[in-house]
């Protein structure tokens, strides 16, 4: 299949799924001495997304960032190329620090979006850099990758059957760019737009995704959780690792380990390595008898906005040159190196503090010992309707925008392409996994997919809202010409 006209997003997922779970664990080679008598760490992550849009010769689908380059005139535009080379800079920037003498580290999150559409640009720079950070042996101890959805959906949203197919599409597109070594080494997971689902079946279909998936922890934002007497993090406890409980409407649960990302403006904290300054300012802390560094943790676009272009190179220079000469008695960690220090002296999740998701707390109060989805659901109606900020739409570092309201003209489509996806397909998968690796299948699949990207309910009504619509018509008439066929 034409990586240009389809994605690799299907087609493997037995050989993948044995792939993830049998991996080893790459960061607990690392010598535990590295943090010895430091007293705190940070760890910063760059985000990268461009959707796809169908906006190319004849509507084909084609980047949002080749979309820049045919017309410049337009918005912002104009950074087609400075965003292109963001995508890419972290492959000169990395070892020239190394050549310095310094130690820096950073975690790396671009959407199957993004990495399909530089394939189809024919951008060889930005896949080669990508492949050098991905893959070269020196690098893996400074880069560390993160798995994220395919195309950028808000999870709460988005629906529950498709989690997972969100999640195993990015592993295609992954292991198709950089081997199937590269996507073993990839422990740690970044919700698109940080959006953290709170409705209890949601979260909990989403944290058992993850786990099936082989992931061994995730990044949420401080303000989308919440301790599980409901009341809000304390201070010292978001620079420590906790423990992510998910339960559904059944009682079953489930759990995963969460680094906690501080709040605040995001781009400016990481374009000006702020996490390093704020890291020198923190004690170590005790944690199941064992003195660890406190850890701040930070996650920002990796080339929207002015900062993030124009001021960050230097920021990450001075800052990585500071730790290297001593300043503050801080180290720059990527998420799994500190975990598997914590492991290393005996830290495990199980002594992590354990925390919810936010507003949870005031759904098991109200439902109490009768956990049951009618019980859920009537505390989910009754919650709501006092109108006092209660809400089961997630949390996100976009809290001053919905993903919901006001895009009925975009959710009702999605949701219905893809029940119509999975009644065409689950039985027909279940019987012969074979299927997955169909074109009928891909297609279908890529339409779902595209169609739960967040930037079709982001920019409002008009242009986007328009994209959204058109993918979801070639979408239904897909799925339209499978059923037609089977029915004759």
């Given at each position: 299949?034409?990586?240009?006209?389809?994605?690799?997003?299907?087609?493997?997922?037995?050989?993948?799924?044995?792939?993830?779970?049998?991996?080893?664990?790459?960061?607990?080679?690392?010598?535990?001495?590295?943090?010895?008598?430091?007293?705190?760490?940070?760890?910063?992550?760059?985000?990268?997304?461009?959707?796809?849009?169908?906006?190319?010769?004849?509507?084909?689908?084609?980047?949002?960032?080749?979309?820049?380059?045919?017309?410049?005139?337009?918005?912002?535009?104009?950074?087609?190329?400075?965003?292109?080379?963001?995508?890419?800079?972290?492959?000169?920037?990395?070892?020239?620090?190394?050549?310095?003498?310094?130690?820096?580290?950073?975690?790396?999150?671009?959407?199957?979006?993004?990495?399909?559409?530089?394939?189809?640009?024919?951008?060889?720079?930005?896949?080669?850099?990508?492949?050098?950070?991905?893959?070269?042996?020196?690098?893996q101890n400074h880069v560390e990758w993160l798995g994220t959805f395919?195309?950028?959906?808000?999870?709460?949203?988005?629906?529950?059957?498709?989690?997972?197919?969100?999640?195993?599409?990015?592993?295609?597109?992954?292991?198709?760019?950089?081997?199937?070594?590269?996507?073993?080494?990839?422990?740690?997971?970044?919700?698109?737009?940080?959006?953290?689902?709170?409705?209890?079946?949601?979260?909990?279909?989403?944290?058992?995704?993850?786990?099936?998936?082989?992931?061994?922890?995730?990044?949420?934002?401080?303000?989308?959780?919440?301790?599980?007497?409901?009341?809000?993090?304390?201070?010292?406890?978001?620079?420590?690792?906790?423990?992510?409980?998910?339960?559904?409407?059944?009682?079953?649960?489930?759990?995963?380990?969460?680094?906690?990302?501080?709040?605040?403006?995001?781009?400016?904290?990481?374009?000006?390595?702020?996490?390093?300054?704020?890291a020198m300012g923190l004690e170590a802390q005790q944690l199941h008898?064992?003195?660890?560094?406190?850890?701040?943790?930070?996650?920002?676009?990796?080339?929207?906005?002015?900062?993030?272009?124009?001021?960050?190179?230097?920021?990450?220079?001075?800052?990585?040159?500071?730790?290297?000469?001593?300043?503050?008695?801080?180290?720059?960690?990527?998420?799994?190196?500190?975990?598997?220090?914590?492991?290393?002296?005996?830290?495990?999740?199980?002594?992590?503090?354990?925390?919810?998701?936010?507003?949870?707390?005031?759904?098991?109060?109200?439902?109490?010992?009768?956990?049951?989805?009618?019980?859920?659901?009537?505390?989910?109606?009754?919650?709501?309707?006092?109108?006092?900020?209660?809400?089961?739409?997630?949390?996100?570092?976009?809290?001053?925008?919905?993903?919901?309201?006001?895009?009925?003209?975009?959710?009702?489509?999605?949701?219905?392409?893809?029940?119509?996806?999975?009644?065409?397909?689950?039985?027909?998968?279940?019987?012969?996994?074979?299927?997955?690796?169909?074109?009928?299948?891909?297609?279908?699949?890529?339409?779902?997919?595209?169609?739960?990207?967040?930037?079709?309910?982001?920019?409002?009504?008009?242009?986007?809202?328009?994209?959204?619509?058109?993918?979801?018509?070639?979408?239904?008439?897909?799925?339209?010409?499978?059923?037609?066929?089977?029915?004759?």
């Amino acid at each position: 299949m034409d990586p240009h006209q389809f994605p690799p997003i299907a087609g493997r997922e037995q050989a993948i799924q044995s792939l993830r779970l049998n991996r080893p664990r790459r960061w607990m080679a690392l010598p535990s001495s590295t943090l010895d008598n430091q007293q705190a760490a940070f760890a910063c992550a760059l985000h990268m997304h461009q959707p796809t849009v169908p906006a190319g010769v004849n509507g084909a689908l084609i980047s949002h960032l080749q979309y820049m380059f045919d017309r410049p005139g337009e918005g912002d535009n104009h950074n087609a190329e400075p965003f292109a080379q963001c995508y890419r800079r972290m492959a000169t920037l990395i070892p020239d620090l190394i050549n310095e003498g310094c130690n820096p580290k950073i975690m790396l999150d671009y959407s199957g979006n993004l990495l399909w559409g530089v394939v189809q640009m024919g951008r060889d720079d930005i896949t080669e850099a990508l492949r050098y950070l991905a893959c070269d042996q020196q690098m893996q101890n400074h880069v560390e990758w993160l798995g994220t959805f395919w195309s950028h959906a808000v999870a709460p949203s988005t629906p529950i059957p498709d989690l997972a197919l969100q999640i195993s599409a990015w592993h295609h597109q992954f292991a198709d760019l950089f081997g199937n070594e590269a996507l073993q080494r990839v422990q740690g997971f970044s919700l698109p737009e940080m959006h953290l689902p709170n409705h209890p079946d949601t979260l909990f279909a989403l944290v058992k995704a993850l786990k099936d998936s082989g992931y061994r922890w995730m990044l949420v934002q401080e303000h989308s959780v919440e301790r599980c007497d409901g009341t809000p993090l304390a201070s010292a406890q978001r620079y420590l690792p906790n423990q992510l409980m998910a339960r559904n409407s059944r009682g079953d649960e489930v759990s995963i380990t969460v680094l906690i990302k501080t709040q605040g403006s995001d781009t400016k904290l990481v374009g000006q390595m702020q996490p390093c300054y704020e890291a020198m300012g923190l004690e170590a802390q005790q944690l199941h008898g064992r003195t660890v560094p406190s850890l701040v943790s930070q996650i920002a676009d990796g080339e929207n906005g002015g900062v993030m272009m124009n001021e960050f190179p230097e920021a990450f220079r001075q800052a990585n040159r500071r730790v290297r000469d001593g300043e503050g008695n801080v180290a720059a960690l990527n998420g799994s190196e500190y975990l598997a220090h914590l492991e290393s002296i005996g830290v495990e999740e199980r002594h992590f503090p354990r925390i919810q998701a936010v507003h949870q707390h005031r759904v098991w109060e109200d439902v109490g010992d009768a956990i049951h989805p009618d019980a859920i659901t009537a505390a989910i109606e009754k919650l709501t309707s006092l109108g006092d900020g209660f809400s089961m739409q997630g949390a996100s570092w976009t809290n001053n925008l919905s993903w919901v309201d006001g895009y009925s003209n975009v959710l009702d489509p999605m949701q219905a392409l893809s029940a119509r996806f999975h009644q065409h397909f689950d039985a027909a998968v279940a019987a012969d996994p074979s299927v997955t690796a169909s074109s009928a299948y891909r297609q279908a699949l890529l339409h779902v997919l595209l169609l739960e990207t967040s930037c079709f309910r982001y920019w409002g009504q008009g242009q986007w809202t328009e994209f959204a619509q058109a993918i979801n018509r070639r979408g239904e008439a897909s799925l339209a010409s499978l059923s037609s066929r089977s029915a004759s």
